[in-house]
């Protein structure tokens, strides 16, 4: 029989979950008979049993109960069995360095078994006894792929270098997935960046974004409209059901109301593109900052004078405008202890190494001299006029004056005051700083920029908000920090201090923004 409290018990769990299993017949009975349970297996993490029955999901578990029936799994050797699926450059390069570090750090033997180019598996054994302990399954393939195989239950993790979409995300909630847009159900792992790319030699260095999308759209066809040779231009772009390419299109193709042109030259994977624009001197290609090879980058420039060049630093604090935060989406269910020990060790310190060795931008805190900055304090000084006044920038200075800027940034969605995706990540990476004590004695500002739309004292305000309501969300993610051990501080400088022209949308966004300062 099935009693209220074992239904209840059951129900505290409903937010856990495991990993995908042969769904087979099972009955799980209390030690003291007075809970039964029967229903189908959907898995088991070594721990908990997630089990379909007539009241729905349920998730028990196993130290409380016995299990009878063919879907029982082996409680001696358990192996766990976690299966990632997504885009395919987190599955070649980042995730296979990130496992073999991990590994190693546990003293695990590890292997590598391929079945296809597309479908490989990594075995993690015990370095004593050679006892197979867990299963990583991996299917290298695409962010729209990935979700698909969450919302099958196919896979337990899913890579992507872009954010879920709001229908994904609503099939998600439906299959039972949880809200796949909640903090708790993705990471960023790393960083990297969407970045224009020419052949060696290429005389044109610098574009706006608009001219970029433009080229992408075909409407500038020639290299001679953009102060090049008279020939046209080729275009490379990752294959269309590539996360990269769909973030490509989110981020830079949209926001100019254009379409990747027909024409433009698809590629499976970034080392073809590469290959391709390497190739072809008339070639043009958005490719992963991280594997760019020697192809030549092209800065992106506003009409205002401001520079934007892709660099590890301008990528991590965002001031770079086509970033591709890599992201990992997990349902709302429990997965194995050591896929759960996997994904907190590429939290840690050792793991931002390995991503950076990768190739790919780490999320390491770095502190940046103001001596550093003086191209930011020169575009300052170059954008004051008749609303930010010479008062404006010195108080700005003063304030500043002796510290140093974190990479850690926050910026906002388009349009919205919601922080964008990235910046979500970086308010959990900065309440964990704040619990481990990282930054006790120390002054911390919390800095408010906006863009230079509108009257300067309500951007003034604005920028206020957006720094107060950062660093509640902070101090509301610390929830084991004590605040008082640091001397917090919200300051706001309105549209004193512009990282990009304010005549684009890219670049009034790249403008609001707040900043963390220390000293």
Not at 36 to 44: A, D, H, P, Q
Not at 149 to 164: G, K, P, T
Not at 447 to 456: M, Y
Not at 490 to 518: K, L, T, Y
């Amino acid at each position: 029989m099935m009693h209220f409290r074992a239904a209840v018990c059951a129900a505290l769990f409903l937010f856990l979950g495991v990993t995908s299993a042969v769904s087979q017949d099972v009955f799980l009975k209390s030690h003291d008979g007075d809970v039964e349970i029967s229903g189908t297996l959907l898995g088991f993490d070594g721990e908990f049993y997630r089990v379909q029955t007539i009241y729905g999901e349920l998730t028990v578990d196993g130290s409380g109960v016995f299990c009878e029936g063919p879907g029982c799994p082996n409680l001696i050797n358990f192996v766990a069995d976690v299966a990632i699926s997504g885009s395919a450059t987190m599955a070649e390069i980042l995730m296979p360095a990130l496992l073999e570090a991990f590994a190693q750090a546990e003293g695990y033997r590890v292997s590598r078994k391929s079945e296809n180019k597309q479908r490989f598996t990594y075995v993690l054994a015990a370095s004593d006894s050679g006892e197979t302990l867990a299963r990583f399954r991996f299917h290298a393939s695409s962010a729209e792929e990935g979700f698909a195989d969450l919302l099958a239950d196919e896979a337990d993790i899913a890579m992507s270098l872009r954010e879920i979409r709001p229908k994904e995300a609503e099939l998600g909630y439906e299959a039972g997935l949880g809200d796949m847009t909640d903090a708790n159900r993705s990471r960023v792992l790393a960083l990297d960046g969407m970045v224009p790319v020419v052949a060696p030699g290429n005389p044109v260095t610098a574009m706006s974004l608009q001219q970029l999308a433009e080229v992408f759209s075909g409407k500038i066809a020639n290299w001679s409209e953009l102060g090049g040779p008279d020939a046209p231009i080729s275009v490379h772009m990752m294959a269309a059901e590539s996360g990269f390419a769909q973030a490509v299109e989110d981020q830079l193709m949209k926001r100019a109301n254009a379409t990747t042109a027909e024409t433009a030259v698809r590629h499976v994977q970034n080392e073809a593109l590469i290959k391709a624009v390497e190739r072809d001197p008339f070639a043009i290609g958005i490719a992963s900052y991280a594997e760019r090879s020697n192809t030549q980058l092209v800065t992106l420039r506003g009409s205002c004078g401001f520079s934007l060049a892709a660099s590890r630093r301008t990528i991590k604090t965002e001031d770079y405008p086509l970033n591709a935060p890599m992201f990992l989406y997990f349902p709302a269910r429990r997965l194995p202890k050591i896929a759960r020990d996997f994904l907190s060790y590429t939290r840690g310190p050792a793991a931002q190494i390995v991503i950076r060795r990768a190739g790919f931008v780490d999320q390491t805190a770095e502190e940046v001299s103001i001596n550093l900055q003086g191209d930011r304090f020169a575009n300052a000084i170059s954008a004051a006029g008749e609303e930010v006044e010479l008062a404006d920038l010195q108080r700005m200075t003063s304030t500043l004056s002796g510290m140093k800027r974190l990479s850690i940034s926050f910026r906002f969605q388009a349009g919205s005051s919601k922080l964008d995706a990235q910046s979500r990540s970086n308010v959990q990476q900065l309440a964990r700083a704040f619990e481990a004590g990282v930054y006790d004695a120390r002054s911390l500002y919390f800095v408010g920029f906006s863009d230079g739309n509108g009257p300067a004292a309500g951007n003034q305000k604005i920028a206020q908000r957006r720094a107060d309501s950062v660093m509640k969300a902070v101090l509301a993610a610390a929830e084991t920090a004590n605040p008082d051990r640091m001397d917090l501080q919200v300051h706001a400088f309105g549209e004193a201090m512009p990282m990009a022209c304010d005549d684009s949308a890219w670049g009034r966004q790249v403008n609001r923004r707040v900043e963390i300062w220390v000293k």
